[in-house]
């Protein structure tokens, strides 16, 4: 009867180690592949960051000719206004 439980105890111990083992090879093959995730991800959000860095490049140069125009439109607009002005007195 010993024998028997000595027996069934080192089987569960080799079983045990088996188990041990298989979780080990399980885990180290998880971490490599949420490290070349993350590796990916990084590149990603480097990427994502020079695409942004272009666009608001784009946009700061947009709104640089917009205010350009209304600069230009604002001057033609007072010049206008000043010859209104100019034939309204010359009409009094």
């Known amino acids: ?29 998880v971490r490599s592949e949420l490290k070349s995730d993350i590796e990916k991800l990084d590149q990603k959000i480097e990427a994502t960051k020079v695409e942004l860095k272009e666009d608001i490049s784009n946009v700061e140069n947009k709104v640089d000719l917009v205010d350009t125009h209304l600069y230009v439109q604002a001057g033609d607009l007072s010049r206008t206004k000043a010859e209104v002005k100019m034939l309204q007195d010359a009409k009094s």
Do not use: F, P, V
Not at 4 to 23: F, V
């Open 1 to 29: 009867m010993k024998k028997e439980i000595l027996l069934a105890i080192k089987e569960l111990s080799a079983d045990l180690q088996d188990t041990k083992a298989e979780l080990k090879a399980e885990i180290g093959s």
